[in-house]
C-alpha cells in the first residue's frame, strides 16, 4: 500500500524559508515519478516541481530559483526546499506519486499548509 505524509508546513513572512518534507512508504521509489503540488482554495492545483526516476527535474515558472526539489532514496523522503518566500505561495502542499508509465498522479498525501505574510 503506496502511502505519503507531508511535514513541514508553517507560518512565515515574505523572504523567509521553508522545507518540506514527504515521506513515503509501500514501493520502491524507483519505479515512481513524484512531485510536490499545492492548492489554493477555489483554485487549481498546481503543479510546482517533479522529479523522474532518472533524477531529471522540472519546475513550474512561479517557483523556479526559489525551489529545490529533491529525493534521499535511502530514508524515502521527497524534500522541497522553498526560499524567497511571497505571499503568492501561500498554499496547501501535497506531495504526489505516480508509476512513471502512468499519466495521472494516483497517490497523494494529506497536505500542508503554508502561508507567508507580507
Known amino acids: 500500500q503506496v502511502q505519503l505524509a507531508e511535514s513541514g508546513g508553517g507560518s512565515v513572512q515574505a523572504g523567509e524559508s521553508l522545507r518540506l518534507s514527504c515521506g513515503y512508504t509501500?514501493?520502491?521509489?524507483?519505479?515512481?515519478?513524484m512531485g510536490w503540488f499545492r492548492q489554493v482554495p477555489g483554485k487549481e492545483r498546481e503543479g510546482i516541481a517533479n522529479?523522474?526516476?532518472?533524477?531529471?527535474?522540472t519546475y513550474a515558472d512561479s517557483v523556479k530559483g526559489r525551489f529545490t526539489i529533491s529525493k534521499d532514496k535511502i530514508n524515502n523522503i521527497l524534500s522541497l526546499e522553498m526560499n524567497a518566500l511571497k505571499p503568492e505561495d501561500t498554499a496547501t502542499y501535497y506531495c504526489?506519486?505516480?508509476?512513471?508509465?502512468?499519466?495521472?498522479?494516483?497517490?497523494w498525501g494529506q497536505g500542508t499548509q503554508v502561508t507567508v505574510s507580507s
Open positions: 522529479i523522474d526516476r532518472d533524477g531529471k527535474i
Open positions: 504526489a506519486a505516480r508509476r512513471c508509465s502512468a499519466v495521472t498522479f494516483d497517490y
Open positions: 509501500g514501493y520502491t521509489s524507483s519505479w515512481y515519478c
